[in-house]
Nanobody, 127 residues
């Protein structure tokens, strides 16, 4: 059974840092990419960034570019989201997602394009 499990969320002051992890299990074929999304109360789920698992290329939403970094450890089947210079508007539930295995395109920042989701980890940025 495919499973994505996020961890690492918490509360931090503005300007602080957090590192989220997303561990995958149960895949017989590595998804083409993995993405991070976030959703704040009353708002739509928003794409944060993606990593292409084959070569490690990354892409980021403008709102987090220069502050967030996605990386992966293939030996651990884990993708990371390093968040720095956190702002109050980064407060949200953060989710890891993967497209249908076998797809050779990533889903971009449209959450409808992703099949597998983790349970989410809460990030709260507040003074």
């Amino acid at each position: 059974q495919v499973q994505l499990v996020e961890s690492g969320g918490g509360s931090v002051q503005p300007g602080g840092s957090l590192r989220l992890s997303c561990r995958a299990s149960g895949y017989t074929q590595t998804p083409y990419c993995r993405a991070w999304f976030r959703q704040a109360p009353g708002k739509e789920r928003e794409g944060v960034g993606v990593i292409f698992t084959g070569g490690g290329t990354t892409a980021y939403a403008d709102s987090v570019k220069g502050r967030f970094t996605i990386s992966q450890d293939n030996a651990k089947n884990t993708v990371y989201l390093q968040m720095t210079s956190l702002k109050s508007e980064d407060t949200a539930m953060y989710y890891c997602a993967a497209p249908q295995p076998g797809r050779t395109t990533c889903g971009g920042y449209d959450y409808h394009n992703y099949k597998d989701w983790g349970q989410g980890t809460q990030v709260t940025v507040s003074s």
